[in-house]
DNA sequence: TGTAAACCGCAAACGCCGTTCGCGATTTGT
DNA sequence: ACAAATCGCGAACGGCGTTTGCGGTTTACA
């Protein structure tokens, strides 16, 4: 009746299991190795394609043996995670304003997006976070100590930014996807309408910053806009 | 060698076939039936839940009966999307400026994704939209018909928009469920130094209105906001 | 040093999933 | 009347995440 590391009630975290007891054979494979063969996976063929038996074909095993490193498809994900976030290092130093240093870690959420677009589809499950996601965190709040407001607010905002940044990332990636195949467009007058119009250049530019710059300071110093 | 007209090689999307022929017997079920089972499955169980197998079960039917009436299950969640889509209505007469009566249909939504929490899992699909979802854009289009910017700009505002209005709902529903469980606090002194303060009251309010108000001006009129 | 406990890789199996297929029965168009 | 089309149904297929039991390997400790 013994009880692996990985197996068993889940009594822990992922986060703090450590990778190998101390008694058996030296592993063949690490906790590193399968979430890179992961990551690699959900670039190259999206997350759909990242199942258990994939992974382990990757590393040349069966599926089952992967539970001796990870006690799930919830702990893939979120090593996954943690690992594509720690790209986003090195964190720069705050030099300028924290207005133009959070704009600045905004565009670096954008490229990770772009670089791993599985991450869109993993990022909003409820799950334990991990060191990477942690040191963000840490450095944003580190970012935002000039800022003299509530400290919940600094979290909202943070994951708010986070929560825009992947909308565009999301704009990105769909590029106009829309397919009214199949309906009478008949129907909706003022769609057709729209439409028809001639439909002036493409307003794109900075949009993302421009946005950005516009959510961090509605949410954190109260409203500078009041356009009514 | 027969073609039913739901199975077969998928030819056009859900919305423009026909739910039955003339030929056979009485169909037990409606795909309206079916999509309602569906929804009250999401809605009290997780969209998790709603398996063929479940909402079949739910009708008193097998799985295998269900493609009578749909071709596949990504055609059930979309028939769920856009029937719930179609709760918003009715749609309210633009009484007001438009800015204030996007912000009304923002509540809306965000009304709706509390009724209905699947709808976050599920919007962010790539799938054809229905006639539900089309007469909201419609109406959304025609609230905007006094401002002055390209048609592009209005329809990625109104995207915008739902994605902000989702990243809310998300955040009401996930309600803090943050887990630091499993990594040592101790390496990130800032997110510590932020916990030990004091943290003064939440500042609440109407985060959402102020955040889509923002929003909106800020895409659709240049940018009125420039707090440098 | 001997031995028992702990860990390894592996393959088979379990239960669930979405989906397909073939069947007998039923209704409709001509 | 008869053929074509559709119905409900149950069995089956392949894939999924996960569990389990096995023989072999390594380590901790008496």
């Given amino acids: 009746m013994s009880e692996t590391a990985a197996s068993g009630p889940d009594r822990q975290p992922i986060w703090s299991r450590p990778e190998r007891?101390?008694?058996?054979?030296?592993?063949?494979?690490?906790?590193?190795a399968i979430v890179v063969a992961a990551i690699n996976l959900a670039d190259t063929?999206?997350?759909a394609a990242v199942s258990m038996r994939a992974v382990a074909a990757a590393l040349?095993?069966?599926?089952?043996?992967?539970?001796?490193?990870?006690?799930?498809?919830?702990?893939?994900?979120?090593?996954?995670?943690?690992?594509a976030v720690g790209e986003l290092r090195p964190y720069p130093q705050v030099e300028g304003d924290w207005l133009e240093t959070m704009v600045l870690l905004g565009r670096r959420q954008l490229a990770l997006f772009g670089a791993h677009p599985w991450l869109l589809d993993v990022i909003h499950r409820p799950s334990g976070i991990g060191p990477q996601s942690l040191a963000w965190f840490d450095n944003c709040i580190r970012i935002l100590e000039p800022v003299?407001?509530?400290?919940?607010?600094?979290?909202?905002?943070?994951?708010?930014?986070?929560?825009?940044?992947?909308?565009f990332a999301r704009r990105e990636s769909a590029a106009g996807?829309?397919?009214?195949?199949?309906?009478?467009l008949a129907a909706y007058p003022h769609l057709v309408a729209a439409f028809s119009q001639p439909s002036g250049p493409a307003p794109r530019a900075d949009l993302v910053e421009r946005t950005l710059r516009s959510l961090l300071t509605g949410l954190l110093l109260g409203e500078p806009t009041d356009a009514g």
Avoid: N
């Avoid at 007891?21 to 590193?32: E, N, V």
């Avoid at 599926?63 to 498809?73: I, V």
């Avoid at 407001?149 to 905002?157: D, G, L, Q, S, Y």
């Fill in 21 to 32: 007891g101390s008694r058996g054979p030296a592993p063949a494979h690490s906790r590193d």
């Fill in 45 to 47: 063929e999206g997350l």
């Fill in 60 to 83: 040349g095993t069966g599926a089952g043996s992967l539970y001796r490193y990870l006690s799930s498809r919830d702990d893939l994900l979120d090593l996954m995670t943690d690992r």
């Fill in 148 to 167: 003299r407001c509530p400290v919940a607010a600094k979290f909202e905002t943070i994951a708010m930014m986070t929560g825009v940044v992947s909308l």
């Fill in 177 to 184: 996807a829309f397919s009214f195949a199949g309906v009478d």
